[in-house]
């Protein structure tokens, strides 16, 4: 039993007079501790999947279960908490915000998830994955100073710090370099593992499927 479970999801976008169903019946299920990466030709709809799944736009038929919850008949409110709670975000930019340093972008997502942790444990917890990722002696640092290597780790600092359940990951590597990428999905390989999380990753690059622990083809919408 997975953590995230996908059960016949479809979805049909409309303009006009045309629509299109760019997904078919899609069933799938994420577990904690892996890596899930999903590929497909550009167009397939990985990341409508990735972000139905996320509960960041909705489904036209079919269910998502997290931890055993249905996230497609829930309230907006409900879903907005599991959100900042229970899910982490990685794309391919950063999107750091650039008037904040390193540490108060993660304690932005701190206080986002969870407004009643005290200061000291709230520093504690940002030296602490700072320092697993490389930068805790940059965390006064703003973005505008960081490599995007840099931007980076810290954006994956910044989906974990709250302890999430899943990460979603679409393209993290797509604007890096294979050296640079091959040092962001070995700390995604890492964290999962170590804080047991349920991984799904949306990549085009063969070379950082080793890092997975299943794959998944999508193609035109269905599941291969
Ligand atoms: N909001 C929307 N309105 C209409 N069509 C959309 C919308 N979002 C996505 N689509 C269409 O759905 C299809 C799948 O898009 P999606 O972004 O999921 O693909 P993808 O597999 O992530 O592609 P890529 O590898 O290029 O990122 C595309 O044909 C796209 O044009
Ligand atoms: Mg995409």
Do not use: C, W
């Not at 045309?18 to 990341?47: F, P």
């Not at 030296?127 to 505008?144: C, D, I, W």
């Amino acid at each position: 039993m997975g953590i995230l479970k996908i059960d016949e999801l479809r979805k049909t976008f409309s303009s006009g007079e045309v629509e299109e169903e760019v997904l078919k019946g899609i069933n799938l299920a994420l577990k904690e501790g892996e890596i899930t990466a999903l590929v497909g030709t550009s167009g397939s709809g990985k990341s409508t999947l990735l972000t139905i799944a996320a509960g960041l736009q909705s489904a036209t038929d079919g269910q998502v279960l997290f931890d055993g919850r249905n996230l497609t008949g829930m309230s907006q409110e409900q879903i907005r908490q599991i959100r900042a709670s229970k899910f982490g975000f990685i794309f391919q930019f950063a999107y750091l915000v650039p008037f904040l340093t390193v540490e108060e972008q993660l304690r932005l997502m701190l206080d986002v998830a969870d407004k009643r942790m005290k200061k000291t444990e709230q520093q504690q917890e940002i030296n602490q994955l700072l320092s697993f990722v490389g930068m805790e002696h940059r965390k006064k640092a703003y973005p505008t100073s960081l490599s995007g290597g840099e931007k980076q780790r810290v954006a994956i600092a910044r989906a974990l710090i709250h302890k999430p359940k899943i990460l979603f990951a679409d393209e993290p590597t797509a604007s890096l370099d294979s050296k640079r990428s091959n040092e962001v999905m070995g700390l995604i390989k890492q964290l999962t593992e170590q804080l047991h999380i349920a991984t799904l990753l949306v990549t085009h690059d063969e070379d950082m499927l080793s890092y997975a622990d299943r794959i998944v083809k999508m193609s035109d919408g269905t599941v291969l």
